[in-house]
């Protein structure tokens, strides 16, 4: 099925016309928003009854993907998340290779293998970079360059005096071509890093460009990835589709960057399932009794910190205003934004049997949509992570299909044996930085350039897409870098005396850039896999090392390597 009946679900609500009303995000919208009213096949009937004493009406079909989050896993919570919201921001590396200075190694017309190819390594000494600020929208500018001045009766090469310049009708023309491009690009960047997007929020500056070019942006948006575009007059809401299994992506507490727990989510589902038919003020006492009126039908404790965790998120998605910095204080009255709490789903889970089922649905789409969705979505597209028609579509389409996501998003294409990443020269549309600022960033791209100077296969060596790492390499690795670089560059103290969480901390960020993978479930000893994308932020590949300096080897200060001779000085010797 594809996304967009999927995102439809089971019944679509209008919104009606707008009450003119000022400061509250998504109120008054006119379009269609996903509802998921009679989702709820399967859901407790004493969680309506029990909520509603507290005099709130809950969605059915959000008590039922609460219930789903709190009977998952870390991991598989994570994925229901991306499935059933859609909230999750493009991930792309942000630093192109160099150039290939040579023929790719192998065969005449092999494919350049990330494992040899070009890099985008940077020496230790430039890698310090200055924290930015958020990543955002940079405003359209138009091409002044290109205006064009005609002297109209005037001196050679003046303006008349009383004249102010004019332009060509075909450079106008050219320059409003490139101004709307430039327009629409940022729009879409900006959709695809935020997928809601207020007219009030932190992005309200690229609102207006995606009200201008919606119907541009919906028609590409739809038939490139399968998305569904909603834009009215208070919000702009970007329906992604779920990624499938071990996706890596997740919700953070967005003051503290704390991962979601199942609870959080949970807590997060119930709030939204009460708040999509709630008052405009409501105050926080009865809100949290119909919650724990729900969760207790679903045998959930009430956790301080996941209620704290869900309520800081729904204040960031503009749902809730007005919210106490203590909880405790339940006197307090919020404010509720029902159109953002309508829009927060992508889709209903009306369709699917249970929590994998929603998350297996939500991912599927025919081939080329499916890849692209990948290339749009994540730092690489490795072809050995593809399904047998998907990769069938990759090879067919394997200039064509990501030049065109490239032109629509403003990315570069790098196309290498192992599979496609869509590199983002600007550095902006992603969420995670590598090379970025801070200890774990540094730690990590320091990591990552040892690995592959230790595994990295020879050229033509038979080997896939990935290499096992040794748990011990990775120890000692670690521990040399945290040594050598840890004070010096002032590395956080906690991180280095607590090599445990610092590994920890490193290897995530590194799986969720793609850059390293888990085994397979099941595999023992359970460890990591080394991926080709790797290879890019370390040194350029030796092919023709001299004797002695192979993989395995180690240059010795104290041996001098006599250089070759060659065929003339034998000659002349």
């Given at each position: 099925m594809?996304?967009?009946?999927?995102?439809?679900?089971?019944?679509q609500?209008?919104?009606?016309?707008?009450?003119?009303?000022?400061?509250g995000?998504?109120r008054?919208?006119?379009?269609?928003?996903?509802?998921?009213?009679?989702?709820?096949?399967?859901?407790?009937?004493?969680?309506?009854p029990a909520?509603?004493?507290a005099g709130?009406?809950?969605?059915?079909?959000?008590l039922?993907?609460?219930?789903?989050?709190?009977?998952?896993?870390?991991?598989?919570?994570?994925d229901?998340?991306?499935?059933?919201?859609g909230?999750y921001?493009?991930?792309?590396?942000?630093?192109?290779?160099?150039?290939?200075?040579?023929p790719?190694?192998?065969?005449?017309?092999a494919?350049?293998?990330?494992?040899?190819?070009?890099?985008?390594?940077?020496?230790?000494a430039?890698?310090a970079?200055?924290?930015r600020?958020a990543?955002?929208?940079?405003?359209?500018?138009?091409?002044?360059?290109?205006s064009?001045?005609?002297p109209s009766g005037?001196?050679?090469g003046?303006?008349?005096?009383?004249?102010?310049?004019?332009?060509?009708r075909?450079?106008?023309?050219?320059?409003q071509?490139?101004?709307?491009?430039a327009?629409?690009?940022?729009?879409?960047?900006l959709l695809?890093?935020?997928?809601?997007?207020?007219?009030?929020?932190?992005?309200?500056?690229?609102?207006p460009l995606?009200?201008?070019?919606r119907?541009?942006?919906?028609?590409?948006?739809?038939?490139?990835?399968?998305?569904?575009?909603?834009?009215?007059?208070?919000?702009?809401?970007?329906?992604?589709?779920?990624?499938?299994?071990?996706?890596?992506?997740?919700?953070?507490?967005?003051?503290?960057g704390?991962p979601?727990?199942?609870?959080g989510?949970?807590q997060?589902?119930?709030?939204l399932?009460?708040?999509?038919?709630?008052?405009?003020?409501?105050p926080?006492?009865?809100?949290?009794?119909?919650?724990?009126?729900?969760?207790?039908?679903?045998d959930?404790?009430?956790v301080?910190?996941?209620?704290?965790?869900a309520f800081a998120?729904?204040?960031?998605?503009?749902?809730l205003?007005d919210i106490?910095?203590?909880?405790?204080?339940?006197?307090?009255?919020?404010?509720?934004?029902?159109?953002?709490?309508?829009?927060?789903?992508?889709?209903?889970?009306a369709l699917?049997?249970?929590?994998?089922?929603?998350?297996?649905?939500a991912?599927?789409?025919?081939?080329?949509?499916?890849?692209?969705?990948?290339?749009?979505?994540?730092?690489a597209?490795?072809?050995?992570?593809l399904?047998?028609?998907q990769?069938?579509w990759?090879?067919?389409?394997?200039?064509?299909?990501?030049?065109?996501l490239?032109?629509?998003?403003?990315l570069e294409?790098?196309?290498r044996?192992?599979?496609?990443a869509?590199?983002d020269?600007?550095?902006?549309?992603?969420?995670l930085?590598?090379?970025?600022a801070?200890?774990v960033?540094?730690a990590?791209?320091?990591?990552?350039?040892?690995l592959v100077?230790?595994?990295?296969p020879?050229p033509?060596?038979?080997?896939?897409?990935?290499?096992p790492v040794?748990?011990?390499?990775?120890?000692?690795?670690?521990?040399d870098?945290?040594?050598?670089?840890g004070?010096?560059?002032g590395?956080?103290?906690?991180?280095l005396?607590?090599?445990?969480?610092?590994?920890?901390?490193?290897?995530?960020?590194?799986?969720?850039?793609?850059?390293?993978?888990?085994?397979?479930?099941?595999?023992?000893?359970?460890?990591?896999?080394?991926?080709?994308?790797?290879a890019?932020?370390?040194?350029?590949?030796?092919?023709?090392?001299?004797?002695?300096?192979?993989?395995?080897?180690?240059?010795d200060?104290?041996?001098?390597?006599?250089?070759?001779?060659?065929?003339r000085?034998?000659q002349?010797?």
């Open positions: 594809e996304q967009q009946e999927y995102a439809a679900g089971a019944t609500v209008a919104g009606g016309t707008s009450d003119g009303r000022a400061g995000a998504g008054g919208t006119t379009d269609a928003v996903v509802a998921v009213r009679e989702a709820g096949l399967d859901t407790p009937q004493e969680a309506g909520a509603e004493a709130l009406s809950p969605d059915p079909g959000l039922r993907l609460a219930r789903w989050f709190a009977e998952a896993g870390p991991g598989a919570a994570d229901l998340c991306t499935a059933s919201f909230l921001p493009a991930r792309h590396f942000g630093v192109p290779a160099e150039p290939a200075a040579g790719a190694p192998g065969p005449p017309g494919e350049i293998s990330w494992w040899h190819g070009p890099t985008a390594h940077a020496p230790a430039l890698r970079r200055e924290a600020a990543r955002g929208l940079r405003r359209a500018r138009r091409d002044t360059g290109a064009t001045v005609v005037a001196k050679p003046t303006p008349g005096k009383h004249r102010k310049p004019e332009q060509s075909s450079s106008a023309a050219g320059t071509d490139r101004s709307a491009a327009e629409r690009r940022i729009a879409a960047r695809l890093a935020h997928p809601l997007v207020t007219a009030s929020g932190p992005h309200a500056d690229g609102f995606i009200r201008r070019h119907d541009w942006l919906t028609e590409r948006f739809d038939t490139l990835l399968g998305y569904r575009l909603v834009v009215g007059p208070w919000h702009a809401r970007l329906c992604k589709a779920g990624l499938g299994p071990g996706a890596a992506r997740r919700l953070e507490h967005p003051g503290t704390a979601f727990t199942p609870g989510y949970a997060l589902a119930l709030a399932a009460l708040l999509v038919d709630a008052p405009e003020q409501l926080l006492g009865r809100l949290l009794a119909a919650m724990r009126a729900a969760a207790s039908v679903q959930r404790a009430d301080p910190a996941d209620l704290a965790m998120t729904l204040a960031d998605w503009q749902v205003a106490p910095v203590d909880l405790a204080e339940e006197g307090a009255v919020l404010t509720v934004d029902r159109e953002l709490a309508r829009a927060v789903p992508a889709g209903t889970p699917a049997a249970d929590a994998a089922g929603l998350i297996r649905r991912g599927e789409a025919e081939p080329g949509t499916a890849v692209r969705r990948r290339l749009a979505e994540t730092p597209v490795l072809a050995a992570d399904t047998e028609d990769r069938a990759l090879r067919d389409h394997g200039h064509t299909g990501p030049a065109a490239a032109d629509f998003l403003g294409a790098e196309i044996a192992e599979g496609v869509l590199v020269p600007a550095d902006e549309l992603t969420d930085a590598l090379p970025g801070g200890t960033a540094q990590a791209l320091l990591l990552v350039e040892r100077e230790e595994v990295r020879l033509g060596e038979a080997t896939g897409a990935d290499v040794p748990d011990a390499l990775i120890d000692g690795a670690l521990g870098l945290a040594d050598e670089y004070l010096p560059a590395w956080r103290r906690d991180y005396a607590d090599r445990t969480a610092l590994r920890r901390d490193t290897l995530d960020l590194l799986h969720r850039m793609g850059l390293l993978a888990p085994t397979p479930r099941g595999t023992r000893p359970p460890g990591w896999l080394l991926r080709a994308p790797a890019r932020y370390a040194p350029a590949a030796d092919l023709l090392p001299a004797p002695g300096t192979g993989r395995h080897s180690r240059r200060a104290t041996v001098t390597i006599p250089t070759p001779v060659g065929p000085e034998e002349r010797a």
